[in-house]
């Protein structure tokens, strides 16, 4: 029909799920399963490696070798250059329409993703939306 448009097709995943870490073995196993579990599967995890030096960084390359979703990279040589850093870094290597930074020592609820993407999606002039957490 004349005048009309295909609606918008997605390429990527929606979401992007930036987590930096350095030397978080303790936690990000759990901060990497709350993001596996999403009711979402509409995602891709950047795990972005902040100069690690303990067993963080072996986890995080095994999971991206087995999970299609979860990408591994870290900064030349291995550098700890900071949050500010592997954020702008992230971002730009990001893949999903939307952007969500997650600490490795943290966790989402179970359909985080899905409720943060819905309001995006229904608010198209939101630069952002942020979430409680306790």
């Given at each position: 029909m004349p005048g009309t448009q295909a609606p918008a097709v997605s390429v990527g995943p929606k979401i992007?799920?930036?987590?930096?870490?350095?030397?978080?073995?303790?936690?990000?196993?759990?901060?990497?399963?709350?993001?596996?579990?999403q009711t979402s599967a509409e995602w891709e995890l950047l795990l972005f490696d902040d100069g690690s030096s303990d067993g963080g960084t072996t986890y995080a390359q095994e999971l991206a070798a087995s999970e299609a979703r979860v990408r591994y990279t870290r900064h030349p040589g291995g550098q700890n250059r900071g949050l500010a850093a592997i954020r702008v870094a992230g971002a730009a290597q990001a893949r999903g329409e939307y952007l969500l930074f997650l600490d490795h020592d943290d966790r989402l609820w179970g359909d985080a993703l899905e409720r943060l993407a819905a309001v995006l999606d229904t608010q198209p002039a939101a630069a952002a939306v942020l979430a409680a957490a306790r």
């Open positions: 992007t799920v930036c987590m930096a870490f350095r030397d978080g073995d303790d936690f990000i196993r759990e901060a990497v399963d709350s993001v596996l579990a």
